[in-house]
């Protein structure tokens, strides 16, 4: 037990050494894009001092987009309350909120997992996910839209971290038998309704997973349990097709290019494979490796029965592959950047997962014949060594470390910090019809405004309508 406390804590300094500059470049972080359109009624109801309407503005703006644009009711609450508009702008806490609300999410399902379902202590959760926390901030696809960009990462990673949330909180109100109230399911219930009205990637995973816990309980008779899981899952079921009823989405839609639902799916599972292989590296590999004896010492001991890997495993991947259907189905492609990421953490969940049930049913089938010490110390050892590996054959310059350390150290972030000021001064100083130059400074981790010649585009129109200009018109790069 000491050396797990030892290992949790070595892995907690790196995790927190490793995320510390991509939380210190939040310094640098500013609104973006649909950012502006979002928080327009709210920006304009506190120019005006109307302090009462810019409280409830969050709700009238998500009835508005409910009516003209889509349906996702409770994320377009959350847009609305993008903190560049508050009346002390601090846009950098959108970094801290994500990666606060990933890092909370996971270590509460890993210990949720480990000390429900296999009885074992929470130490063995924590050190879990720990591995999967350090790697994945390190090669999240696009920095910029997973830690930087207020509309987009809140719209699908911190939706995901709810969802994570959502499962653990299952785990330990529902499925134990001294918390098993009603009025904890209650709240489980507001938070599946509220999960459902975010993106439409994780309410579909969400009613699926809800779906598949209900009908394990039913077939294993626990049928206090299946009520409330009936309970949720309903709510959670009416909250998506009260998203996807909404006026608006047939708007978007008419502007999209759609595929048929067979096809999504197939598309779906075609893309979810690539994404398994091209994700999969040596330092991916090498965390496999490492977490083989922190899986064995949750399960050896536990009475959970791995009869099926290749059906688990199965169904593990078309949830992980079920995210992009919606997107498929809808607009006939994956997803934007900010989702792919989302699609990146849910990976690290995938392997995992997979790697823990057939562990599993490796034990069984080895009854019980244990590892030796020494063997877990050997392949804890060699994993950690295969991750050094595969950090280094990939490039260290890859590393989200090293590239947001380059731009703060190198002074790009804060020369972009600069220009960025400029261009809103700018427009701010300007008449109604606005002649402004996009941002110079080139950065890994931040991104421009990308403002057209043409006064029509939308982020020329969103960005007029939140500073009240008639238009703004990009004018060349000097």
Known sequence: ??????????????????????????????????????????????????????????????????????????????????????????????????????????????????????????????????????????????????????????????????????IGLILNKIYQKEKNTWKSTVGIVVLATFISGGNYS????????????????????????VKKLVTVTAFAILGLILSGAAPGNSVRASISVSMSPLKAIIRSILYAGHAFVSWTGIAQIGMLFLLIPIIYVIVKDSHVQFKYPVIACVIMFGIFAAQATPTYYAMSYAGAFRQVNMYYYTYYLLITACLIYVEGFAISKLKNKAFSKIAEKRIFGAGVLTIVIGVFIGGVHNLNFLKVSTDILSGDARQYAIEYAN???????????????????????????????????????????YFGKEKIILIENK
């Not at 009711?73 to 994500?98: D, H, S």
């Not at 110079?440 to 960005?463: C, R, V, Y």
């Open 1 to 166: 037990m000491k050396q797990v406390k030892i290992a949790k804590h070595i892995m907690i300094v790196i995790l927190i050494l490793s995320v510390a500059p991509l939380i210190v470049m939040g310094i640098y972080a500013r609104p973006l894009w649909d950012d502006f359109s979002s928080t327009a009624l709210l920006h304009q109801y506190l120019s005006e001092g109307r302090y009462i309407s810019a409280i409830f503005s969050p709700i009238e703006y998500a009835i508005h987009m409910y009516r003209t644009w889509q349906g996702t009711y409770t994320a377009e609450i959350i847009f609305a309350l993008q903190p560049g508009a508050w009346p002390i702008p601090v846009y950098g806490l959108t970094t801290i909120i994500l990666i606060g609300s990933i890092c909370m999410s996971y270590l509460y399902l890993g210990q949720s997992i480990v000390t429900v379902i296999f009885h074992s202590k929470k130490e063995y959760g924590i050190l879990l996910v720990l591995p999967l926390l350090i790697l994945q901030f390190q090669y999240v696809p696009f920095l910029h839209q997973a830690f930087y960009w207020f509309n987009g990462a809140m719209y699908y990673s911190f939706f995901m971290a709810l969802l994570l949330f959502e």
């Open 202 to 225: 994780t309410a579909l995973i969400n009613c699926m997973i809800l779906v598949m816990l209900s009908c394990h309980s039913l077939y294993t008779k626990k049928l206090s349990r």
């Open 423 to 465: 261009v809103i001064n700018e427009i701010q100083s300007q008449d109604a019809i606005c002649y402004i130059e996009d941002i110079h400074q080139e950065t890994n981790s931040l991104a421009h405004f990308d403002i057209q010649t043409g006064p029509d585009f939308w982020i020329n129109k969103s960005l007029a309508n």
